[in-house]
């Protein structure tokens, strides 16, 4: 083995958008929902799919001509009406106004949908996950399975997309153009890994790694997965198939995704088709990348999400792919890098401390209450696996701060907290709201981005560092609200 680093190219910039051919993946989308949907009534229509997409063209589509159907901008828009749709296919879209961030549970019309390809359509009853590598047995596990053979746990966790506030980085970063929005604190509820790991023996040491596979990419395309640290999965990893009590909606992942809680959404794999426990992260030049189908020069399809994509990079920064971290805090891995202690740019794994005012909306018009002249400004705020201590207010931009004081439900560190501050503004006119969250370690949201040039790796002089995948960004001033009061 040469040597413990492999230094490989960096991550493209159009990286969080599909780069393949739009016209075959299209193509191939098609055929895999015709498969997914497994019937020949589907197939025997494809004909007609064509004269369809021209009525379309024409504008002359209005419901009659045949329902939407996925990847059509009005499906999506019909399915999750709480959402702000930045592309139907593949699907991505983040909630759509502040409101959603006054509700403890975020309902999955209004919960964010960040897909890379078109959501495969799975029948469940025909869907099995295959588990590999180092465990004693190796098996096909079946959605049922998953339900009647282990026990079944709910975690309620924040999941948020890495690239949420990536529209807030000046100069502009390529990638969906998130504002505040592609995050929510749903139930997730399914099987406990650790027993799936047992059940198997696989081998659960520390400084072991699971792969996770989603079955959402086309033949020939990038696998998305994940390489997750042992001691994560045995602690309180899930396969879930519910989300807030009912089935799984097929954007959100149905029948089975990993919910990984605390982590940013990028570890919770989708449609999870494949597991296999490893020695190390998936590297992909020897036996122990054991996939199904597994041809030699495919693997580098299956390493793009894990080691050069999702991963903190000052401008010019190259990605180096390791075998193995075993510091998994975002933060703390950031910092350990600014201070020479470590060369590898963080991979994005616990998500760092942030904070997001519901009520009062964007550029709303407010007045205090008649009962006591008051206005009830309300958020929420959390910080991965790590506890949320405290949330403070400013109504000035950020010049003066008081303490908001939680309120609900606290369900531990994987679920947001509610918060509240009672305002009582002295006169009328513009207000810049911003909140500020601090977690367990006294680590606080920094105020803004920094400049490119500055190079800088890790929050410092309270700013987030520009990040060239706009990622991980908790800065508060961008996330503000401004609000007109009217006494
Ligand atoms: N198989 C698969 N899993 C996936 C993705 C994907 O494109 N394919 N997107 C990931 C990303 S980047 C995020 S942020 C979350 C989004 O989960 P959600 O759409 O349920 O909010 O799913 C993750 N899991
Ligand atoms: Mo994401």
Redesign the pocket.
């Known amino acids: 083995m040469s040597s413990e680093y492999t230094t490989e190219r960096t991550r493209d910039a159009q990286d969080d958008e599909s780069t393949v051919d739009d016209r075959r993946r299209r193509f191939l989308d098609r055929r895999r929902f015709m498969l997914a949907s497994g019937a020949a009534a589907t197939v025997a229509l494809a004909g007609c799919a064509g004269e369809e997409e021209a009525d379309d063209e024409d504008g002359t589509d209005d419901g009659d001509d045949g329902e939407p159907e996925p990847g059509d901008r009005e499906y999506l828009e019909e399915k999750f009406p709480g959402l702000l749709i930045h592309s139907a296919d593949p699907e991505n879209g983040e909630a759509a106004e502040r409101e959603t961030y006054t509700e403890y549970i975020t309902p999955s019309e209004e ?7 078109l959501a495969p359509r799975i029948d469940e009853s025909e869907w099995t996950i295959s588990l590999g590598g180092l465990v004693d047995e190796e098996a096909d596990i079946s959605v049922d399975a998953l339900r009647e053979e282990f026990s079944t746990e709910t975690v309620t966790h924040v ?1 948020q ?1 890495s690239g949420n506030g990536r529209s807030y980085f000046d100069p502009e970063v390529a990638g969906n153009p998130w504002r505040y929005g592609a995050v ?1 604190n749903a139930e997730w509820t399914g099987a406990p890994l650790s027993e799936i790991m047992e059940e198997y023996g696989a081998d659960t040491s520390d400084g072991m790694w699971v792969m996770f596979a ?1 079955g ?1 990419s086309p033949e020939g395309e990038r696998v ?1 997965a994940r390489s997750i640290p042992m001691q994560k999965v045995m602690e309180d990893c899930i396969l879930a198939y519910e989300m807030n009590g009912e089935e799984m909606t097929a ?3 149905h029948p089975v995704r990993v919910v990984v809680p605390g982590w940013y ?2 570890n ?4 999870l088709e494949e597991i296999e426990v490893m020695e190390r992260m998936m590297m992909g030049d020897d036996e122990d990348l054991f996939l199904e189908d597994y041809e030699t020069d495919d693997y580098e399809n299956y390493l793009h999400w894990q080691h050069n994509s999702y991963r903190i990079l000052a401008e010019g920064q190259e990605s180096i792919r390791v075998e193995s971290i075993d510091e998994f805090d975002t933060q703390t891995q950031m910092d350990m890098e600014a201070s020479g202690e470590q060369e590898v740019p963080p991979y994005i794994y616990d998500q760092l401390v942030k904070s997001l005012i519901g009520y009062p909306g964007i550029d709303s018009t407010v007045s205090p209450r008649d009962a006591d002249g008051m206005i009830e400004v309300t958020g929420v705020a959390w910080a991965g696996d790590d506890a949320v201590e405290q949330v403070e207010i400013s109504a000035d931009g950020g010049e003066t701060w008081e303490n908001a004081e939680f309120f609900g439900e606290d369900n531990g560190p994987y679920a947001w907290r509610q918060f509240r501050y009672m305002w009582e503004p002295e006169e009328s006119g513009d207000y810049t709201l911003v909140s500020r969250a601090t977690d367990e370690n006294g680590r606080t949201q920094p105020r803004d981005i920094s400049d490119i040039e500055d190079g800088q790796l890790t929050i410092e002089d309270d700013s987030f560092p520009y990040e060239m995948g706009g990622y991980c960004n908790n800065s508060y001033e961008p996330h503000g609200v401004d609000v007109t009061v009217e006494l």
Do not use: A, L, P, S
């Not at 919770?268 to 449609?271: A, C, E, F, Q």
């Open positions: 919960h964010y949908i960040r897909n890379h390809y999941m997309c929510g989603g959402d998305f954007e959100h992942g959404g990028n919770n794999v989708k449609w």
